[in-house]
């Protein structure tokens, strides 16, 4: 019996030793022991309840860490789009990563002494009003004695750049001639023709549309702020309403102008591709809300601007078409993706979109910090090598920088699979990293092609224009409004890759399009950059090119 009982207390003791007293098997109870052993066996039982209930609550705290986690991530990402500089050019601006190099301090605004600065700029294309300077009648002598002071023949003269712009009206009056002959099939009076107008019986001339049209669609200010501005500053009052529809019946002018500059942009071997988002306050059929998308497909020499309602891969296959054939430089965008199955267009991947990839894991995940930071300096790595590499272009060296780069790209595939098979990586490393071997052979295709870029920041700079006007003025109200718009944003924006003057060109454009009855010329072809003779291009272009960003 004392056997029993001391086997028990162990028991009670120790619930999960099966043999504390050497012994195999459990020796056989007392019936006065009973209840002891109801009491074991429900302490046993409620060792495993809470046991249970232990391990369920790790796991919801587990779950609530990461929960939490993803919660601090995703609020450090909405500060970040809120407050954060979006601007990645210059040291200043750009994120900065921990290194051995002590950061500098932050310089003052304007020009660093030592810089070499821009030097004063030439104003000698403008023309010179002459301004005569002479002392007052009584201060043309000594004021000591009072003897007059002779003139010299010379001058002291300096220069002063003014801008005076009036508005004023034009009035025509065409010589009437009465014949001297008896001929009856003309009439007795005849009146000189009346100059060409862009619009038939309208008062407002082409120098009034050209300023409008630069206005909306190159420095994209609302055309209410314009009408104010005419009326505050020159004394010009125009309705609203006559403005409106001016644009509607010269918006055809420029439809040929758009057609040449697709038709070349497509041509072409190399595009980069973007879009935003755009308003078009217009019902049509089947689309809902009126969120439009803006797409840009841009080359080296053209930019062609299509809006269209909706953000499906439908845009980019009817840009293309069915001949088109290069290399599209994108971001990671599933519409794009859908190009590669035909075969004839090869997508070359945004290697600053992969980059902003590890700068979130860097800013939000504290932890993840220097996991981040390495990867960032490896993409660095490469556009160092890759810079390198273009300028050694048609040189000897060209084979070792493409061989020092090529190296580099293979040791980060090689890097990206080792980590991703380390079962320890963190879920959110991993999904960068599995982004990142998803779309590799897409982001290497610049190793092979020199002349494609490693991101597509261009299509990203054609864009900023045009989302200022979106800040300023929403976007269109009607679907000519719409396709106006995007026709001018391609013209002017090509134009300003050829550097010519769009204040020079869109008047003897609709200048042409006067003496034509309102019509496009016939000559339409002329008038772009890629079919002017040389000197007509020297004519038109500008000494700075005009930034609009």
Avoid at 34 to 41: A, C, D, Q, S
Avoid at 140 to 165: A, F, I, M, Y
Avoid at 446 to 453: E, L, N, S
Wanted: charged fraction near 25%; glycine fraction near 4%; proline fraction near 5%.
């Amino acid at each position: 019996m004392l056997g029993q009982h001391i086997h028990s207390s162990v028991e009670i003791l120790y619930p999960d030793t099966s043999d504390v007293l050497g012994v195999n098997t459990i020796l056989p109870v007392c019936p006065n022991c009973e209840k002891l052993n109801t009491e074991i066996n429900f302490l046993r039982s409620e060792v495993g309840y809470w046991k249970n209930c232990h391990q369920r609550a790790q796991e919801r705290e587990a779950l609530l860490k990461r929960a939490n986690e993803e919660l601090q991530a995703k609020l450090k990402l909405r500060e970040r789009q809120l407050f954060e500089r979006r601007s990645e050019k210059g040291s200043n601006s750009r994120e900065r990563v921990e290194s051995d190099v002590p950061a500098r301090s932050k310089n003052k605004r304007g020009q660093q002494r030592g810089a070499k600065g821009h030097g004063r700029k030439c104003h000698e294309n403008l023309p010179v009003v002459e301004e005569f300077v002479e002392l007052a009648q009584d201060q043309q002598c000594c004021p000591c004695c009072g003897l007059p002071l002779n003139p010299l023949c010379d001058t002291q003269d300096s220069e002063v750049v003014e801008v005076e712009v009036q508005a004023y009206r034009r009035r025509i009056r065409r010589r009437r001639y009465l014949r001297t002959c008896k001929c009856d099939r003309l009439p007795s009076i005849i009146t000189a023709p009346v100059p060409p107008k862009l619009i038939q019986k309208g008062s407002l001339g082409i120098s009034f549309w050209v300023t409008l049209l630069l206005g909306k669609f190159l420095f994209q200010r609302p055309l209410s702020r314009i009408l104010a501005e005419l009326a505050a500053n020159h004394n010009l009052n125009v309705s609203p309403g006559t403005v409106t529809d001016g644009l509607k019946k010269i918006a055809h002018l420029f439809t040929p102008l758009y057609e040449a500059i697709v038709d070349r942009n497509i041509s072409q071997g190399h595009w980069h591709a973007d879009e935003t988002r755009w308003l078009v306050f217009a019902e049509i059929e089947g689309k809902v809300g009126p969120r439009w998308y803006l797409w840009v497909f841009c080359t080296s020499d053209t930019v062609v601007f299509r809006l269209e309602p909706s953000r499906s891969s439908e845009v980019v296959m009817d840009h293309f078409g069915d001949e088109a054939t290069g290399i599209l430089s994108v971001d990671r965008y599933s519409a794009y993706k859908v190009i590669l199955q035909y075969g004839r267009i090869l997508l070359a991947f945004c290697w600053a979109h992969v980059r902003r990839d590890f700068l979130a894991v860097f800013k939000d995940r504290p932890e993840h910090k220097q996991w981040a930071i390495d990867w960032v300096k490896k993409i660095g790595h490469l556009y160092a090598l890759n810079k390198k590499r273009l300028k050694l272009l048609d040189t000897p060296e060209f084979e070792i920088a493409q061989q020092n780069l090529q190296h580099a790209v293979d040791e980060m595939a090689i890097c990206c699979d080792q980590q991703l098979d380390d079962p320890k990586l963190s879920v959110v490393c991993r999904k960068v990293l599995e982004s990142l071997k998803r779309h590799w052979s897409g982001l290497a295709l610049f190793v092979a092609h020199p002349q494609v870029p490693m991101d597509n920041n261009r299509a990203e700079r054609q864009l900023r224009n045009p989302v200022v006007g979106r800040k300023n003025y929403y976007g269109a109200g009607a679907l000519w409004s719409a396709n106006l718009t995007a026709m001018l944003f391609s013209l002017f924006q090509t134009l300003g890759l050829w550097n010519i003057n769009p204040r020079l060109w869109l008047s003897q454009y609709l200048l042409a399009c006067a003496q034509n009855q309102c019509n496009p010329p016939v000559d339409t072809k002329n008038f772009l950059p890629w079919n002017m003779a040389p000197e007509k291009l020297d004519q038109l272009r500008i000494s700075e090119p005009i930034d609009t960003s």
